[in-house]
């Protein structure tokens, strides 16, 4: 939709709004995925360790989910406006360190900076998309910014590849730099002046303190089980250290006379399913691209180039699907659409689990992608499409916390699932994968029938 059509009181920007705000949000999602291809040439230029390499991935996205809910109450407290500006400001700086890095320390260092703009940058933009659409052109805009997202993380692995074999694995972090500046200057310019929809509370230091920790220490043991199993002890403490301190919030919350969030969010049906279903995307999403890119790479030996460009197909599926189901949602309403992306995704994911060859599996991910393309829009419009305009930052960090909590855990369990192919040259680990999550996405259909709300929920 054209901006010189405007509705009566609509911001004459909003939609060039939203394509800066898309293209800064899918810098952080590419950040996800576009060091995987790098990883081996970082590993050989630093020196570093295998447990170092795994802090790479794992640095930011810890620090990114930890921090989401913090990032949107701030949204809350200070104007969404300021809190995007500076958490892209903090993650273009933070880009440009991590690529001038010499050593490994100065590359986590930069890595959890990501992270910590990435928190102040994600919340705050949507809840700015959030308040600049209404009704069916909130779900149409919704439907773009989902597209960005859901193929971002594919797009990540072909500009990973791309960079990486091209001037080299600095870029992929370098890339980040003019592109946040020039964003940062047009979003200053056009940005409408948000004031604080809560003024004059206080931020809530304990429980920020809390959900952070726990969130952290909840990724963490999800990131190590991959390697070090599910039954270990470390793992067992920190699930259980996170469980203590989720308890420990809630029950804050309650008691505190500015509490970071109304607990009472995820008692809403449709922000209940919202967060179950983004998880649920973004951990099918993981496990395509990993069971993918390991396949592709240590299976067939293809490079990083054809491995980046064997994943065109998902990008360009997972956006199609997305931007189409952010048309239609108006008219079908989530229930419908989140079980057929759910069993598209099925159908993606248990072909090659019983046909395993390159051909089979650079289609049948490229269709599980177009499947978790439709979730990741249902997921939003259902989390945000009823939301008061006072809480739109706060629901904005929970629906992007269990973003980075579903790729945790679905790096972590199809690491797990898939170990024995790669530690030994078999497909048994790659079938157990594909096949394992695509029984999930079926599981999962089943509860989207019946936790998803009707047409009203997405309605705004």
């Known amino acids: 939709m054209s901006d010189s059509f405007a509705r009566p009181g609509a911001h ?174 047009a979003l200053a310019r056009m940005l409408p002046r948000t004031a604080p929809v809560v003024p004059g509370a206080r931020l809530d230091v304990l429980g920020a303190l809390l959900v952070t920790a726990s969130s952290g220490a909840l990724v963490y043991a999800l990131i190590n089980a991959g390697d070090q199993g599910w039954l270990t002890a470390t793992t067992g403490w920190l699930v259980l250290a996170a469980a203590v301190g989720y308890v420990a919030f809630v029950a804050w919350q309650r008691r505190a006379k500015a509490p970071l969030m109304d607990v009472r969010l995820l008692a809403r049906r449709p922000v209940a399913t919202g967060t179950f279903l983004i998880l649920m995307a973004t951990a099918l999403t993981v496990a395509v691209f990993f069971l993918g890119t390991f396949y592709f790479q240590q299976e067939r030996g293809f490079n990083a180039l054809v491995t980046g460009l064997l994943f065109l197909p998902v990008a360009l599926l997972t956006m199609a699907a997305a931007n189409l189901t952010g048309r239609v949602i108006g008219r079908f309403g989530a229930r419908p659409l989140a079980v057929a992306g759910l069993l598209v995704a099925a159908i993606g994911l248990v072909v090659p689990a019983l046909v395993i060859n390159a051909v089979v599996v650079a289609i049948s991910i490229a269709v599980a992608g177009a499947g978790t393309g439709v979730l990741f829009v249902v997921a939003s419009a259902t989390a945000l499409g009823q939301v008061a305009p006072h809480e739109a930052g706060i629901a904005s960090g929970i629906v992007s916390t269990f973003h980075e909590f579903g790729a945790s855990l679905g790096a972590a369990v199809v690491s797990s699932v898939a170990a024995a192919s790669l530690v030994a040259e078999t497909l048994a680990g790659f079938r157990g994968g594909f096949l394992v999550f695509a029984v999930t996405a079926a599981v999962a259909a089943i509860a989207a029938g019946a936790l998803s709300p009707g047409r009203p929920s997405v309605k705004v």
């Open 12 to 185: 004459p920007l909003r939609w060039r709004i939203l394509g800066f705000l898309g293209v800064a949000q899918l810098m952080l999602i590419l950040d996800v995925t576009v060091v995987a291809i790098a990883l081996p040439h970082i590993e050989t230029d630093l020196g570093m360790s295998r447990e170092a390499m795994t802090w790479v991935v794992s640095a930011y996205t810890l620090t990114f989910g930890g921090l989401l809910l913090l990032g949107g109450r701030l949204a809350d407290l200070a104007g969404a406006k300021r809190i995007a500006l500076a958490g892209l400001v903090v993650f273009t700086l933070a880009s440009l360190v991590t690529g001038l890095a010499g050593s490994s320390a100065v590359l986590l260092g930069g890595r959890i900076a990501q992270g910590v703009g990435a928190a102040l940058l994600s919340p705050s933009a949507l809840s700015l998309v959030v308040g600049l659409f209404e009704g069916d052109e909130r779900n149409k805009a919704l439907g773009v910014w989902s597209a960005l997202g859901g193929g971002g993380a594919a797009l990540g692995v072909l500009l990973g590849g791309l960079l990486t074999a091209g001037p080299g694995w600095p870029w992929v972090f370098w890339v980040n730099v003019p592109i946040g500046l020039v964003i940062v200057a």
